[in-house]
């Protein structure tokens, strides 16, 4: 949970074009993202190569629109002599990279892992919804899931009355 709080506010600095190199949050590689404006898939650098999101529509009167940044690598995949290794960085990549789909979710046993007791009712109550998610599985699992406001913080104050 802290890592994609981290990941976010070093992608709203980077936005706005604050942080250190690649203008991300200073002492990180922080992604560089350039005007996001009005497209559907946008393009960022990062310190590894180029990612390709995808802008998304919310159904919510709340929230607005976000960027969707799918499968980033944050480390080289666990395989082989890797496994049950500290994660090293990932190697570039030349071209853009396509961050438009979920990556694999790293194995895990919803059903019988644990006794429902010991489980809080909200995970519970939706494991069927959440199953679906899990159905793709690898030990090369090691991604980020971002989602990117693309509005002002500005305008989101003056919407909601702060």
Known sequence: MWLLALC?????????????PGG???GGPGLGLGSLGEERFPVVNTA?????????ELNNEILGPVVQFLGVPYATP???ARRFQPPEA??????????TTLPP??????????????????FTDNLEAAATYVQNQSEDCLYL?????TEDVGRWGEKSGL
């Not at 506010?9 to 936005?15: F, K, N, T, Y």
């Not at 979710?105 to 909200?122: D, E, K, S, T």
């Open 90 to 99: 990932p190697a570039s990549w030349p071209g853009v990279r396509n961050a």
């Open 145 to 149: 899931n971002l989602y990117v406001p």
């Open 48 to 56: 590894y190569g180029r990612v390709r999101g995808v802008r998304r």
């Open 8 to 20: 976010l506010v070093g992608l709203a600095g980077a936005q706005r074009g604050g942080g250190g």
């Open 78 to 80: 666990p395989l082989g």
């Open 105 to 122: 979710a790293c194995p895990q046993n919803l059903h019988g892992a644990l006794p429902a007791i010991m489980l809080p009712v909200w």
């Open 24 to 26: 991300g949050a200073p």
